[in-house]
């Protein structure tokens, strides 16, 4: 089960993973093999918890990545086009990368300056054949309001809370498109939204969960 799955590896975490059935397809398993957490994490990388990053932000647990990287597969296919809102360490910017394959596209977007500059350092040390190529973008910016320039995308993936509906997120998918989010305060909940080819919105709530709040950097930094 969740938070059982940590290993002395990057391999050996992404196996116990595949053990406890949180990540089933291969296309997601070959990425989360291919992106060695290590590289993003200087503490603790293959502890099945989320670990701090600074500034009031972490990279989300191990099983988080896995759900998210398992429910948007479909939507990260070979030339698509990704956004990771709150991309913070880079981690799960590059999973989605890999997927998407070398004529697709992950943009990440994150309002922190320290976490932008410290992402980008991380990919272009081990990964400088995807920056280079422009297979992955990394902004900075208010992911709230998404990131006009790259829309519309096939999926996007919130690496925070939000309070409410992410309005104009949604309004950012293609059609169709699909996105994992999770949304609440007090009390939060994965939601899946599936945007169909008509524009119409059905949404799916799959856990509950605690993430850091959405919000400003000046908030998110006091956390």
């Known amino acids: 089960m969740a938070w059982t799955c940590s290993g002395k590896n990057n391999d050996e975490l992404v196996t116990n993973l595949q053990n406890e059935h949180i990540i089933t397809n291969e296309r997601v398993v070959a990425a989360m093999r291919k992106v060695d957490r290590a590289h993003f994490a200087d503490f603790q990388p293959y502890q099945d918890s989320p670990q701090s990053i600074g500034h009031g932000a972490t990279i989300s647990a191990p099983h988080m990545h896995g759900y998210a990287l398992e429910h948007l597969e479909k939507y990260l296919q070979p030339g698509m086009k990704a956004l990771d809102v709150g991309s913070g360490s880079g981690y799960l910017t590059a999973c989605m990368a890999?997927?998407?394959?070398?004529?697709?596209?992950?943009?990440?977007?994150?309002?922190?300056?320290?976490?932008?500059?410290?992402?980008?350092?991380?990919?272009?040390?081990?990964?400088?054949?995807?920056?280079?190529?422009?297979?992955?973008?990394?902004?900075?910016?208010?992911?709230?309001?998404?990131?006009?320039?790259?829309?519309?995308?096939?999926?996007?993936?919130?690496?925070?809370?939000?309070?409410?509906?992410?309005?104009?997120?949604?309004?950012?998918?293609?059609?169709?498109?699909?996105?994992?989010?999770?949304?609440?305060?007090?009390?939060?909940?994965i939601v899946v939204y599936d945007k169909d080819a008509n524009g119409q919105i059905v949404q799916e709530k799959i856990m509950g969960v605690l993430y850091v709040p959405l919000t400003d950097p000046e908030t998110q930094r006091s956390q």
Request: net charge positive; proline share 8%.
């Open 98 to 189: 890999a997927m998407v394959g070398e004529n697709g596209r992950v943009v990440g977007i994150d309002h922190i300056p320290e976490l932008v500059k410290a992402s980008q350092v991380a990919l272009d040390k081990h990964y400088s054949q995807w920056t280079e190529s422009g297979r992955i973008k990394i902004v900075l910016g208010d992911g709230r309001q998404g990131y006009m320039p790259d829309a519309p995308y096939d999926c996007i993936h919130v690496g925070a809370a939000a309070p409410k509906k992410p309005e104009e997120l949604l309004s950012q998918l293609k059609l169709p498109g699909r996105m994992f989010a999770p949304v609440g305060t007090s009390k939060q909940r």
